[in-house]
């Protein structure tokens, strides 16, 4: 068993031990601020195990929001139409559409097509730094649609299959490949904490496959902020932000346009600064690739014409995409008082497109006289995660009727004294960078934002930057294999050696954190 392997099992079984005896410390336990709330001290008790549960992942993390609930409703902290009440939360359905147009697009292998369609565009060419900007840009545009893990790893085949062109490989390994279907691939020898190919790169510095490798899962997590529902805690810190923010006295509702004019500048600024370190920490050492135009163009032209189901898909994606911005943009040319924009408002939450775009797939032609998707096929989405967000909402939605999160706010107020509004933002966002290296973005969420909320307000300031901050700062955490499914992935390629990933993720961090402060603080305006 490798290390990494048994450090895992040690996280699990501590998390196994540990829980229990957390909850039963802090329900045993005498606090003067909850000696007058007792609900929202048994609420505390089964938080204080489910957050361990999550970060140790002893159990499957959505079995443990369902637990949680149900301890929840046996304590009764609440009764169970409460507890259970925001798994049906308009949001959730928001997923449900979302995941099924991912699959369908997963299906029809629209996302490849898109990708090497990028990658042969002749202003791309040969050009190591040009293949490297696209390949990054391709990624982190469809990161923003369908799962970050998901782009990451139809990418990483993509990034391996333009790696494999680069390498001083027999000329018969070709030749087998074409004549038995088969790809050959390398032998891997160890190397310290990690495996490299036996075979070497002649063409290119060996440092241009790490950065290759590090741009496929650093784009894909950066692209995911682009919109609500690139990455699972967007979607969940805007739950956080409705239930617990008001604007001029209503909930705070952000729509999918107003969100994007905060992610999307994010993306672009960080996305930047990613491709400028990575192009230049690890060069390729050649002004031009060869063959790898030529090899990406014969992959491309292997996938035929544009297939019933490919054309389908695309049409129920642009169906939810028009809806989605439809609110902001009958803003933009009619004001938020005219009637077109409260019907859109009232008429076409996110949940709605999403369901509609999702719809057309089972009603659009696909293949073979079939529909676009099926309903087996849409049944194999992760209701896991559907049920770990409902699990969440559903702590953060309980926190705030038992006054649980008030409570925590007060108490860790005193951390920042004097701290302003400027310096809860830096804080919340900071915070939620730190959690996210430690453990799943997902659950980050889950348990940053809403105290990050509940402390504005016992301060007195606006939670409504720092809530949006703590939410993009969830999203970041880049420096380790187990920070995020993406880098896990691009680390069992054996071409990313620890201490790059580390030192280059540490980077991106602290400009992650630099850039989402500045843009919160500049932008946050445009969605009040």
Known sequence: MSLESRMDLLRRRTGLVLAPLLFAFVLSANSESLADKPTAHRLAAVMAAVVVLWVTEAIPMALTALLGATACVVLQVAPAKNVFAPFADQLMFLFIGSFMLARAIELHGLDRRLALSVLTLKAVGGSPSRVL???????????????????TAMMFAIGLSILKVLRNEERGTENEERRTGMTAQPELIPHSSFSVPRTSFQQIDPRYATGLMLMTSFAASIGGLATPIGTPPNVIGLNF??????????????????????????????????????????PAGVRELAGGREYLERQRQQLGPWTRGQLSTLVAFLVMVVLWIAPGVVALGWGETSDAYKWCKLSLPEAVPALLGAGLLFLLPGERGRPALTWPEATQIDWGVVLLYGGGFAFGMLAQETELANVIGKNMITLLPNAGSFGFLVAATLVATLVSEATSNTASANIVVPVVISMALAAGVDPLEPALGATFGCSLGFMLPVSTPCNAIVYGSGMVPLGRMIRYGVLLDIAGTVVIVAAVKTLSALVR
């Open 241 to 282: 932000i409705r239930q617990q923010v008001t604007i001029n006295g209503a909930p705070a509702e952000i729509t999918f346009f107003e969100w994007c004019l905060i992610g999307v500048p994010v993306v672009v600024v960080l996305f930047l600064f990613l491709f400028a370190y990575l192009n230049w920490l690890c």
């Open 133 to 151: 900007f696209a390949f990054g840009a391709t990624t982190a545009f469809i990161s923003a649609w369908i799962s970050n893990t998901a782009t």
